[in-house]
């Protein structure tokens, strides 16, 4: 079955430390996305990329480093400039920049130890 | 300024029973999409009904509407018929263009929904 994949589901982290969110797709979807929900906030875009080899900061990308080499991977650090990195991570994927149906992972718990 | 703004945080409904969940929107950009989305205790994001800016009609989708009043700015979400899995925090989301061609998805805080029996 097509779909998002997320992981790890839960993920550790000490403080001064770096940490990879993996996020892969299996939609042939052009465009990805990142973001971050913390209670009562909603969801807050981090980050995103309609194309390979391109992406954008969103309205929260301070203390976040992504990369986009393969079409089906986007993957997300989180860094030591982020200053309160313990949150739930959702990553999504639409067929490109201009779809509306965006297409969801199961997310990642960030929490700093 | 809150470009989705949902005021209430929680609401209660007895199962069986219809639910409206407000939200109300801010964009200066004449087409753009409105989109309710469900998220259960797992965490996933469930995509429940879409409405177009220049839709005619409100959106349906089995036991969900969408109540669209564009000149008030509003698209409330209507359940009917509530059930015990409904039960789950939703959000209000809006697409729109930004830097001419990049469209984001932005969501509002959300409204935890509580179906008893």
């Known amino acids: 079955d097509g779909g998002i994949t997320q992981s790890p589901k839960y993920l550790f982290r000490k403080e001064g430390q770096n940490v990879t969110l993996s996020c892969e797709q299996n939609?042939?979807?052009?465009?990805m996305y990142w973001y971050r929900q913390d209670p009562g906030q909603g969801l807050r875009l981090i980050y995103y990329?309609?194309?390979?080899?391109?992406?954008q900061k969103g309205d929260i990308a301070e203390g976040y480093s992504v990369s986009r080499e393969k079409k089906e991977s986007f993957p997300l650090t989180v860094t030591s400039a982020q200053k309160n990195p313990t949150a739930f991570y959702l990553c999504?994927?639409?067929?490109?920049?201009?779809?509306?149906?965006?297409?969801f992972g199961s997310g990642t718990r960030l929490t700093v130890v | 300024a809150q470009k989705i703004t949902q005021t209430q945080p929680g609401m209660f409904v007895q199962e069986k029973e219809a639910v409206t969940l407000d939200c109300t929107y801010d964009?200066?950009?004449?087409?753009?999409?409105l989109f309710w989305y469900k998220q259960p205790s797992s965490g996933e994001m469930i995509f429940l009904i879409y409405?177009?800016?220049?839709?005619?009609q409100n959106a349906t989708e089995g036991r969900y509407s969408l109540n669209f009043q564009k000149a008030r700015k509003s698209a409330n979400l209507v359940i009917s018929a509530s059930q015990l899995g409904d039960s789950a925090m939703y959000f209000c989301?809006?697409?729109?263009?930004?830097?001419?061609?990049?469209?984001?998805?932005?969501f509002g805080k959300g409204t935890l929904l509580t179906v008893n029996p």
């Open positions: 939609l042939n979807h052009d465009a």
């Open positions: 999504a994927s639409s067929i490109n920049a201009n779809d509306d149906g965006y297409t």
């Open positions: 409405q177009g800016s220049y839709d005619q």
């Open positions: 990329s309609h194309i390979v080899n391109d992406f």
């Open positions: 989301a809006m697409r729109e263009v930004s830097g001419g061609s990049n469209y984001k998805l932005t």
């Open positions: 964009t200066s950009d004449p087409s753009y999409g």
